[in-house]
């Protein structure tokens, strides 16, 4: 046994190699040992002086891991005895005397399995460990304080059943730990249990009221960790509370507000302070109004301030990539299905994923500039106090900052005009001639970057006051910008004025876009053949995408009235399609093939007839060369399979010759799984980066992340297979089982609201498909699809959603006894007694309850109520 420990001992030291062979074989053999071998030699490990300060630590991680991931496998398996002598063994080791960080890790341990051990009922089957929170909480030494402390924060319901007849003790725990006496880190510690226990009880007033009594400590704690700028940690709790419990810290919301201001700090903390205040005007704005009336008159100034912290970068105008503050949580506008009303971004982004909200980038500590940050939260203070409250002070500002001779002011004006509109809508539209006519005078403003913020704002207004700015201004707007278009030496400002035409053009009526028709389709035109000249000699492919994007957006509108312009652009737009294969203009060529699919639908099957054929031969080589599946970051993809879907509707039956080379990559698509994680601070720290992935934390250690990378790509190929359901009808039939098959789950796809929708929607089309195949197999499908639809309808969390899962059991022709034998089947199912695991809310986490769309958001609002419930 001993030579097995030394083993295992050696084994931790390889597993922290640098050689990835070397520790890719060591974790082969970790992951061979059985778990309760590992267990035994992990404990060890950690208590053993001998080991490196860093073994130890692994070991504590590896063994809390086990713990989350295998806790049901192995515990419940292993003697009582043996059971017992684990408990004590940690909470012996804690009391060791080891270092702070190893203690940290075993307190990580501890929490782990504390909350595997609270059952159903509420039980807590440790009891040990509450006492030893007491002890710690009464201890003389501050690190055993802060170690209390500390398993609270990572499980503060870890009381279950006991909790009302103990709150008096939990209070005066967390409120001795906030005494100005105690260490620094005890005191950040216990502002975190303060967070993370209100957060548990986030829909309970009382208990939030209860525990009032703690916030003027807890703020100090706040403002002190502020002013040595060393820990954001407490700063980000009170983020946490102002979103989730705004009411709780009302009492505390004037000594908040005072916290914003300070020009002196690092960026990274006035980003923060500002946070906390535009959250409270989001979650909390009659709070704000009432209480604090004077904050947003000191508020609004110092954020159009800040909108004015910008670099003045020379090659800024000719850069060939739109940087990311072109993109920011913006979204892209081009049409996947019915026309609605989006919030828009004037640029496509780069990519056909959306960046994660600025929010979440700032609290996963990702870097923005001070403008980016400024912008958005002048539009979230917008949209949460609204106009009544905020158009006036931005109207006090802004003529200024127009006037000014310094650039950065007057594009920090124009990006606050198109900042406002949304949330100011009502009050900003009865002065919008005014304003419409201010900001086209700086369409010809010597500095690009004042160019570009012009036609943002356009392009921005174009959106929020649709279709009213269009019926109004069209007859300055058009021509301000085919006027920016002729700005050949600023690519990045010519490229953002097509942009803007795009937000013009997708809501513009279509008799007075129609006006306009030929002199923008001749300048689109000009422009389309330079940059393809550019490409070819330089390389160069930023406008050239946008035109591409801005010429789909016109067709779009003007529909047949495109025509005359049809065979003037198809042959160079196929070109694109067949030659742009390599790696950098793979997402011109999938902003190309979007264009020609959405402009064979504009001029409809007659007109596209001649070229379908070889368009879609086309399209099928794409998916066909690799001989598998686009990787999901490819961005063709995101393009290729709405394309096939407007091709379907062109060529309505006749498409269903392709069926068997398409049906593959689409169903796959559709299938396609997102990739989930449950992953450790320290596994964070490698990933977050990643724009692929959105996380949220879950307690004190652990983050649940989704792989976001696809989703809207599998979004538009259930929306495909509802299109080919529509259009193909019985030329589907042997299509429709699988379909179903793959459907049906999604009705409860709660990572996507466009899945669930798309999948409610097919369900009458596929039925209807089916019938050509008899009787039986209708019945045998409807029989699988009632039960799932009526217990999605009883579930779905979004009211949008809901409305077309009805909509979807009305359409169908089966007796409606059926449907009254299900619905009481499924209500007597549904009044069954349920009783959910610590372990099996943490597994429900998986499937958040908002919207995916905004991952970020969805994830940040659901899943951890769903954890720690």
Known sequence: MAGDQAQFYQLLETLLSSDNDIRSQAEDAYNNIP?????????????????????????????????????????????????????????????????????????????????????????????????????????????????????????????????NQ??????????????????????????????????????????????????????????????????????????????????????????ISQMVGDTDAEDAWRQLALEVMVTFCETAPAMIRKQ?????????????????????????????????????????????????????????????????????????????????????????????????????????????????????????????????????????????????????????????????????????????????????????????????LDDNENPRVQSHAAAALVNFSEDCPKPILTQYLDPIMNKLEIILTAKFKELVERGTKLVLEQIVTTIASVADTVEKDFEVYYDRLMPCLKFIIANATTNELKMLRGKTIECVSLIGLAVGEKKFAGDAEEVMNMLLKTSAESGEALPADDPQTSFLIPAWSRICRIMGKKFAKYLPMVMEPVMRTASMKPEVALVDNEDLESVEGDLDWQFVTLGEQQNFGIKTAGLEDKAAACDMLVCYARELKEAFAEYTEEVVKIMVPMLKFYFHDGVRTAAAESLPYLLECARIRGPDVIRSMWEYILPELLKAIDSEPEQEVQVELLNSLAKNNFPKETIVIELAVSKENSSEPKRTTQHNARAQSAHPTSKAGAGSQCLARSCPRAVND
């Open 35 to 163: 778990t309760e071998n590992k267990v035994v030699h992990l404990v060890q490990a950690i208590q053993n002086a001998s080991v490196s300060e860093e073994g130890r630590q692994t070991a504590a991680v590896l063994l809390r891991r086990l713990l989350s991931a295998e806790f049901y496998d192995f515990f419940p398996k292993i003697p009582v005895e043996q059971q017992n002598l684990l408990k004590e063994q940690l909470l012996l080791t804690l009391q060791m005397d080891i270092s702070q960080p190893i203690r940290r890790k075993i307190c990580d341990v501890v929490s782990e399995l504390a909350r595997n051990l609270i059952d159903d009922d509420g039980n807590n089957q440790w009891p040990e460990f509450l006492q030893f929170l007491f002890n710690c909480a009464g201890a003389q030494d501050s690190n055993m304080k802060e170690a209390g402390i500390r398993m609270f924060t990572s499980v503060p319901g870890v009381f279950g059943n006991l909790q």
């Open 292 to 484: 604090v009336p004077g904050a947003i008159r000191t508020l609004t100034p110092l954020v159009l301030e800040m909108m004015c912290e910008l670099e003045d970068e020379p090659e800024w105008a000719i850069q060939d990539d739109a940087a990311d503050d072109d993109n920011e949580s913006k979204r892209k506008w081009i049409p996947r299905g019915p026309r609605r009303r989006r919030r828009p971004a004037v640029t496509p982004p780069a990519t056909p994923r959306r960046s994660p909200p600025v929010r979440i980038l700032l609290y996963k500590g990702r870097k923005c500039t001070n403008n980016v940050v400024a912008e958005s939260a002048l539009d979230r203070m917008c949209c949460g106090l609204g106009g009544k409250t905020m158009l006036g002070l931005i109207v006090d500002s802004v003529p200024a900052m127009l006037a000014s001779d310094d650039w950065r002011r007057r594009h920090a004006a124009l990006m606050a005009v198109s900042s406002a509109g949304e949330g100011c809508h009502k009050q900003m539209e009865q002065m919008l001639d005014n304003v419409v006519s201010a900001v086209l005078n700086y369409l010809t403003d010597p500095h690009p970057r004042v160019r570009y913020a012009a036609c943002n704002a356009i392009g921005q207004m174009s959106t929020d006051f649709a279709t009213i700015f269009e019926k109004k201004f069209h007859d300055r707007v058009v021509p301000g910008l085919l006027m920016v």
């Open 166 to 255: 103990n709150l008096d003790v939990i209070k005066r725990m967390l409120a001795s730990t906030l005494q100005p006496n105690e260490s620094e880190a005890l005191r950040i510690q216990a502002v975190k249990a303060v967070g993370a226990f209100i957060l548990l009880h986030d829909k309970e007033p009382a208990i939030q009221k209860h525990f009032a009594d703690l916030l003027p400590s807890f703020m100090q704690v706040v403002i002190e960790t502020m002013e040595k700028a060393d820990d954001d940690s407490a700063l980000k709790i009170l983020i946490d509370l102002a979103e989730a419990t705004p009411k709780f810290l009302r009492p505390q919301i004037e000594t």
